[in-house]
Every structure is written in C-alpha cells, then in structure tokens.
C-alpha cells in the first residue's frame, strides 16, 4: 500500500539502503516528502532536487564565455562547465544548449560534453523530482506524447523541457498535468485522452 | 520589568485570560506553497500570529568567503513587519531581536537540514511576521520547517516551536503578548519529533530544574498537536489529487502504478 511520508517519518524498523532515507539506531527513515510502498520497499520523492549523475542530458544556459571554458546555468546549486575543445561550435552567453554530463569535479561543479545549440521553441521549467514520471518508463510516457503531438522535445534532467513544432500549448498542458498528478492512478490513461481531444 | 502593581492577574478562575486551560494550544493552521518564486513556503496562524516563511535554494554561496567547501551554509533573516505589533517596529531592518532570532533559526536548520549533500551553497530562509501576539519566533521556525520540507531540500526532521512559561506556580503551554510580558517566566523551545532531541532553549526569568524537566516533557506533548498539523499541512495537496483518482484503475503502460 502506497502512503506519503514526510521528512524525519519511520520508513521501516529495520535498516534499509533507500535513496533519500538516512538509518539512524538502526530504523530507516525518509528525508523527503516522497511516496513509500511498504511491500514493495519503493520510495518516490515528490519533492527533490536533482543529483547530476553521468550521462544525464541536461539543458542549460550559457552564463560566460571565458577563453577556453563555457560556464553553464543549470537552475540547479550546481554550475554547468564545457570546455571549447570539447564542443565543435562556438556560443555566445544567453545560447540555450543541450549537453550531456560526463562526470562532476571534487568542487561540485558538473563537467558537461557533446553541447547542442537548441534554436527557437519553448522553455518549460518543471520539477526535477517529476522528470521521471514525465520520461515514464522506458520512455514511453515522452514517446507517445511527442508522437501524438507532433512536436520535438528534449527533457533536461536538471528540470528544463525544450519544446520545439507542433501543438506546443497542447504539449505544456499535458506535462503540466504529468507534473501534478504524478503520484495518482491511470494517468498515463487521462493524458492519452486529453491529448486525443485535442487532437 | 514592570512593578507588581501593574501587572494583571493572569489566571482568572483556573482559566487564562483567553478562556484557555493551562495547556491548551492556540488555533493553528498551516498553509503550503503560497510563494509561487520559493523553492518552499508556508504560511502559518497561530492564534492571531500571522507568519509567511519562505526557502530559496540551494544556489551558490554568495559573497563567496562565506561558502564552506564541505557543505552548505544556511542563512536565515527573521523579521517583524512595522505593522505587526502594538509596540515600536516602525523603523524598518534587523533590530538587535530579529538579528538574535535570526542567529537562533539558523542553528535549529543547520541541525536538521543534511547540508553536507550540498558543499559550497547556500540555503536562503525568510520569516517574516505580518502580526504578532507572542511566541512568534516558536511560530516561525514552526512555518519555516514546514517551508524547508516542501521545498525538496532533505532533512532528517521536522522541527516545531513552543514556548512555555510560568504564572505563579503553574506552567503554562503557548504564552501569547500579555502572558509573556508578565509572566514570571518564559522559556521557547524548538524540538525534533523524531527523537526528541532539543534545537533550541532560551529562558526568559526563573525555572526551577524540576520546572524545566516538567517544562519540556509539556513542551513534547504539545509538540504532538504541533507535529500533526504540520504533517497534515504537508501532506494535504498529495493526498487531494490521489484521492480524486482513488477509483481509476492503473494505467497499463504507466510506470511506478
């Protein structure tokens, strides 16, 4: 049975490696407002910030452009670093590009690889704890929902979405809704019909 | 400190001077993401207390001297609003009070909040009080931790605030304006449910050292309420939307359903 649990709420009496739990005295208990399945031992942040771990894509925006280093805002406690011989085109600060991680520094600084200059369409800034959801698994949620729509979607990890063709508002509408109901039952099914209305 | 002579009786018929048992609570109610800017937020009534607290953050720590490379810094500004109070707030900025509160918030978060999963950040905390009758810093530490938890920030607890005080030879639970500037004294308390444990004490006039024993355990009872409210309050958006799709049956391309 799935029940939301607040920071510092038992988990379970025995201790359990769960990301997003600490062990103290040998109990387990939730850092995060997340949802938690007793029988199965899941636990599902609500809440969270993003943790860069390698090979996320991500986007971002370039802050700097210093001589042979591009710094790159995430909207995250972390800076984004590429570095120009990693990148084959050149940017100017205020580009909006994709990247991947390739691993973090001892400073917590993320150092990103393979940018991507993304030209026009829409921003959306959402939840880094719902991107999941919005990927659903094997990224069947995305699939169906560029396929329906028509557009071309990029999701950052770090919580920025980049639409681009197609029926971009219908597209916001219903990863707004992914966003807030991430938790409930058969929203794959409520998503599906509000995309088949507007369509 | 005002002479005996003025002072008002504060117990009138084994009751308080608002109709309140000795170790009754004031009305609360907490309110979730009122700030849509901020990572967290939450507004609390507390009696006739009215506080906004607001969390920003984790960003990079600035001006940088201030970051520690081994975890994140946590900055807290509480303030009283120059129209909140009877007394003289008219001047505006931190007064030597708020800059002591401030100083004592900033110690309870940094005991709870697990800094180190952020090194070289800062995790901004703003309280700030619309009215005032009393207890207002147990209040706001009470708003901002509900702030802090829905905001995605991990945390080993949820802290709440309450002060007690002595009439007479009576503890008393939650002193509002009257009974804290009269009492014989005053002590605010912010706990951590999970275990117990003590964030913050300051004293306010004599308590003996079974007084405060008795003090504290009373504190932990009241916590009790405290502790559900927040939850509750926390809790609530989730539980609205799950239980407005309680019947659907789970999507069969859906994950984690």
């Known amino acids: ?199 | 400190m005002s002479s005996s002579q003025e002072k008002p009786q504060l117990i009138v018929d084994g009751k308080r001077l608002d109709g309140r048992a000795f170790e009754e609570l004031r009305p609360i109610s907490i309110k979730t993401n009122v700030i849509r800017n901020a990572a967290g937020s939450a507004y609390i009534e507390w009696g006739t207390n009215k506080i906004l607290a607001a969390v920003y953050g984790p960003t990079e720590a600035l001006p940088k001297h201030t970051a520690d490379p081994e975890r994140a810094v946590i900055k807290c500004r509480y303030m009283m609003a120059p129209f909140s109070s009877l007394e003289d707030h008219g001047r505006t900025g931190p007064n030597r009070r708020a800059i002591e509160i401030s100083k004592v918030t900033k110690e309870v978060f940094e005991n709870v909040v697990l800094l180190e999963n952020f090194p070289g950040t800062e995790i901004n905390i703003y309280v700030e009080v619309l009215q005032s009758d009393g207890g207002t810093r147990a209040a706001g530490v009470t708003a901002a931790a509900v702030a802090m938890a829905s905001s995605g920030i991990p945390m080993s607890d949820v802290p709440f605030g309450v002060s007690i005080g002595k009439i007479g030879d009576t503890l008393v639970v939650d002193l509002n304006k009257i009974e804290d500037n009269y009492s014989d004294a005053d002590m605010p308390m912010v706990i951590g449910p999970k275990q117990g444990n003590l964030l913050l004490l300051q004293m306010d006039g004599n308590l003996t050292k079974e007084e405060v024993t008795s003090a504290i355990s009373l504190a932990k009872k009241a916590g009790e309420v405290i502790s559900k409210l927040q939850s509750d309050a926390l809790k609530e958006p989730y539980l609205k939307t799950l239980e407005k799709y309680k019947n659907e049956a789970p999507s069969q391309q859906g994950n984690k359903e």
């Open chain 1, 1 to 199: 049975m799935q029940r939301i649990v607040i920071p510092g709420e038992k988990l379970e009496d025995k201790s359990l490696r769960i990301e997003g739990t600490i062990i103290e005295n040998g109990k387990t208990y939730s850092t995060l407002m997340s949802s938690y399945d007793d029988e199965k031992k899941i636990l599902i942040p609500l809440e969270g910030l993003w943790y860069p771990i390698s090979g996320d894509t991500i986007i971002g925006r370039i802050q700097e452009d210093k001589f042979n280093v591009y710094i790159v805002d995430l909207q995250a406690p972390y800076r984004g670093l590429i570095f120009s011989k990693d990148s084959n085109e050149e940017f100017v600060a205020g580009d909006i590009i994709e990247a991947t991680v390739k691993e973090m520094d001892k400073t917590k600084t993320v150092i990103l690889g393979r940018p991507r200059r993304l030209t026009g369409g829409k921003l959306l800034y959402v939840k880094p704890s719902k991107i999941p959801r919005i990927l659903g698994r094997g990224n069947n949620m995305i699939k169906q929902l560029t396929a329906k729509t028509g557009t071309r979607v990029t999701v950052g990890m770090n919580g920025i979405i980049w639409i681009k063709d197609g029926k971009v508002d219908l597209t916001t509408e219903a990863i707004n809704m992914i966003q807030e109901e991430a938790h409930t039952n058969g929203l794959t099914n409520r998503v599906m019909s509000l995309l088949e209305m507007g369509v």
